[in-house]
């Protein structure tokens, strides 16, 4: 306190050193903590990032408050974040040495609301990675974010609770919090699904029923169960990247025939370098048959975590395309997370 009975002023240099500092401390205690670090001055920046920001912004309940944590969230006092079904943890740094605790709540859709915005889905959506990525159309982005029954919660569904001595239900720690979760939904937007306790695989599963249909109409197949790469890859938004090998597969090349009606082999280029033994060739595993397959292989693979910023530098892919195909992986079970945004066989 300074002589006068007000708190002793503390520039923004000395609150973000002072973070810095018990993160470190954290770090070492807890290797799983992981702060909340923006890009630059921007609060969000994807879809869903800047929808959670708005939802809370436009009840007149929280616009008072919920300010009040947008500097804490700039000076990284948001020192650890987890998301999980239906709540949120954090570790917010105050005026004490010691982080406070907040605890936010959040009840599920009701199903009835879920039920209904899977039904005004249908034949809209293209994939899980549109979805994801925000690239959805006008008329479903109003359904999301209406008011009363949409994917966005309101304030009744809400509840909060933090350690700090303020005795107001939204205090600084909790609005820091909240701008806190939207800034994790830029890093994976799928962890909003899993806030609000949502089943994207669902959602998508009622959104292309009239496509898929389309599509076997179309392609005048037997089965149902039986569809071609090109149409799994215009549903799901994932390449069907393969292409046939013949070294690999054992089939032999397309035979092509003579005036004569003999077969006519094409011979092939001597290749430059040695060949390969036959004991050799038989190890080389064969190439993954799409993109799915392949971050699947380099993630199993591997013997420690593969965070998406590794399987962007290795597949080339965009972020939001392996955010689709890493939340497909884990809800087939073939992998499962190490740590929050590490990856690892299941």
């Not at 249909?213 to 149902?224: F, I």
Request: net charge positive; hydrophobic share 40%; proline share 5%.
């Amino acid at each position: 306190m300074s002589y006068w009975g007000y708190p002793e002023y503390v520039s923004v240099a000395q609150k973000r050193a002072r973070a810095e500092k018990k993160l470190k401390q954290l770090q070492k205690k807890m290797p799983d903590v992981r702060p909340v670090i923006l890009a630059g001055n921007c609060l969000a920046r994807s879809w869903w990032a800047k929808m959670w920001n708005k939802n809370l912004e436009r009840y007149a309940d929280y616009a008072n408050r919920i300010g009040r944590g947008r500097s804490y969230l700039r000076h990284r006092m948001v020192l650890d974040l987890k998301i999980s079904a239906g709540k949120a943890n954090a570790l917010v740094m105050g005026s004490t040495s010691t982080p406070y605790k907040v605890e936010i709540a959040i009840k599920p859709i009701d199903k009835t609301h879920w039920q209904a915005i899977k039904m005004q889905c249908q034949g809209h959506l293209k994939s899980l990675q549109d979805l994801l990525a925000g690239k959805i159309p006008k008329a479903l982005a109003e359904i999301f974010f209406t008011q009363e029954h949409g994917l966005f919660p309101l304030p009744k569904a809400m509840s909060f609770h933090c350690s700090c001595p303020d005795s107001a239900s939204m205090c600084k720690h909790v609005a820091a919090t909240l701008y806190g979760i939207g800034a994790r939904f830029d890093e994976d937007p799928s962890l909003f699904f899993t806030l609000r306790g949502a089943d994207t695989g669902s959602l998508i599963a009622e959104a292309i029923q009239d496509k898929t249909d389309e599509l076997l109409n179309r392609t005048k197949q037997k089965s149902a169960k039986v569809i071609d790469d090109a149409d799994l890859a215009d549903i799901f938004g994932i390449d069907m990247d393969f292409q046939p090998n013949f070294a690999d597969s054992g089939a032999d090349p397309v035979k092509k025939k003579s005036a004569s009606g003999k077969p006519v082999i094409k011979k092939e280029a001597r290749p430059v370098c040695s060949p390969i033994s036959e004991k050799k060739q038989k190890t080389i595993p064969l190439r993954p048959k799409n993109a799915s397959e392949r971050v699947a292989a380099i993630i199993t693979a591997g013997t420690i975590g593969v965070t998406i910023a590794d399987l962007v530098s290795q597949t080339g892919y965009p972020k939001s395309k392996l955010y689709a195909i890493v939340h497909k992986l884990k809800q087939e079970g073939k992998i499962k997370n190490a740590s929050y945004g590490v990856y690892e066989k299941a």
